[in-house]
């Protein structure tokens, strides 16, 4: 990655002109994507993370923000810019418990200005009480607008955050339910795998999603799945990394994002190339660059049809909000 720096002195300031084009044309995810490169190049800055928690919550994706802008408070950025942000994340997100042990941490490090001392302390006062009788009511969790699919997504995002603090075991029956709706936002679905998944719970699910369906256990399968994002990856990184590595990490951030709406299934047709080609003509229209059908055939041996109908399904996710989350 150093080696092709050197060829690229200029773009720190190239992607930070395409971040705030974005941010000024509304398109979040674009943006959200521009700052996570200019992390993973280290040229990140507490401003330039700040937009990025904008962006997540511009997207509706609180949890993603609130990761983010801890991170921007207490880590070594310590942004007092960012603080009140922060708390208005972990109070919309109902975290009572997080929001007591950050303002009293705040407190003592002296870093809440006095005119904004009693908005904290009734925020603290008010946590204190709501807190327990949260806790009372976590195992009541009632996961049915999530099979119907009909309330916002900023609902049922913050279902999913409820669901993340209570045992899975108690409510089996219900996350059954969800996973096997066609109804269902795949998103949603996603989300609550990974949930399984982290609680490593060994039951035996029946997904339904994107017109597939298969037998789950959260704790053996996955492995089609990695392999196939693993493949393209590494192919959309032998086309575009030395080339132009801007490009090659937006395509692979929105190509795992992809597969996450997919988890655990594998997109039809199951050709990396297909989907490698797909991803690099996507990426490179947001750098305005054209690829035409003999670019794509020479790089990726593959059918400009084909590439195209992959494209227009990443487009018809795009104008749904499985990419921003955007409320509806």
């Not at 990761?67 to 310590?78: A, H, K, Q, T």
């Not at 972990?90 to 005119?115: A, G, W």
């Not at 309330?151 to 108690?170: A, M, S």
């Not at 801007?246 to 655990?264: D, G, N, R, V």
Request: glycine letters at 2%.
């Amino acid at each position: 990655m150093e080696d092709n720096i050197v060829f690229f002195p200029k773009l720190k300031d190239r992607i930070i002109s395409l971040g705030k084009k974005a941010l000024e044309e509304k398109n979040y995810s674009k943006a959200l994507m521009l700052c996570d490169q200019l992390k993973e190049m280290d040229e990140h800055n507490s401003q330039t993370e700040l937009a990025a928690v904008a962006c997540l919550l511009e997207g509706n994706k609180p949890l993603e923000a609130k990761i983010r802008c801890e991170d921007l408070v207490f880590g070594p950025f310590e942004s007092d810019e960012a603080i009140e942000v922060f708390i208005s994340i972990l109070f919309q997100l109902k975290e009572y418990e997080v929001l007591q042990k950050s303002i009293k941490k705040l407190l003592q490090q002296k870093r809440i200005d006095e005119t904004q001392m009693d908005k904290y302390q009734a925020m603290l006062s008010l946590s204190n009480k709501v807190a327990p009788e949260r806790n009372e009511h976590l195992e009541m969790l009632n996961l049915h607008n999530l099979v119907e699919n009909n309330v916002t997504i900023h609902k049922q995002l913050e279902i999913i955050n409820e669901l993340r603090v209570i045992d899975c075991k108690l409510i089996l029956k219900q996350i059954e339910e969800v996973v096997k709706s066609s109804r269902a936002n795949p998103l949603i679905q996603s989300f609550i795998l990974f949930i399984l998944q982290e609680q490593s719970i060994g039951h035996e699910f029946e997904i339904k999603k994107m017109n597939q369906e298969m037998t789950w256990n959260a704790i053996s399968d996955s492995n089609e799945h990695d392999q196939f994002i693993a493949k393209v990856v590494q192919k959309l990184s032998l086309v575009l990394e030395s080339e132009d590595p801007s490009a090659f990490e937006l395509a692979k951030t929105h190509f795992q994002h992809f597969m996450t709406i997919y988890f655990p299934f594998i997109p039809e047709p199951s050709n990396v190339d297909v989907w490698t080609a797909c991803f690099y003509s996507i990426v490179q229209e947001y750098f305005d660059r054209k690829v035409d059908e003999d670019d794509l055939f020479e790089l990726f041996q593959v059918e400009y049809d084909e590439v195209q109908r992959a494209a227009t399904l990443v487009r018809q996710f795009e104008k749904e909000g499985y990419f921003d989350l955007s409320s509806s």
